[in-house]
Nanobody
Framework: QVQLVESGGGLVQPGGSLRLSCAAS????????MSWYRQAPGKQRELVAS???????NYVDSVKGRFTISRDNAKNTIYLQMNSLKPEDTAVYYC???????????WGQGTQVTVSS
């Protein structure tokens, strides 16, 4: 069973920064794509950023230029560096690891990010 454990959430003022981490219990090279999703109260979960095992990245328009997704294969960990945070970034952030061709789809438990003054 693959486990994904997020950390790094918290309370930050507008304009501040946070770095989220997602540690996997297996080699992340086994997962074709790893992603960060978020879900705000009363809203649907949305894809924030993704990174493939070849390093290709993708971002939702609202975070482009502010957030950066990265991976450390040696530590089996992915990161989400979040800068210039806005109140609308407030949500529970989830890590997801997938290999669709093999039917692998794993989620972490989520970490709360609150942007407020």
């Amino acid at each position: 069973q693959v486990q994904l454990v997020e950390s790094g959430g918290g309370l930050v003022q507008p304009g501040g920064s946070l770095r989220l981490s997602c540690a996997a219990s297996v080699s992340i090279n086994r997962l074709y794509v790893m992603s960060w999703y978020r879900q705000a109260p009363g809203k649907q979960r949305e894809l924030v950023a993704s990174i493939t095992n070849s390093g290709s990245t993708n971002y939702v328009d609202s975070v482009k230029g502010r957030f950066t997704i990265s991976r450390d294969n040696a530590k089996n960990t992915i990161y989400l560096q979040m800068n210039s945070l806005k109140p609308e970034d407030t949500a529970v952030y989830y890590c997801r690891g997938e290999t669709p061709a093999l039917g692998m789809d794993h989620w972490g438990q989520g970490t709360q990010v609150t942007v407020s003054s």
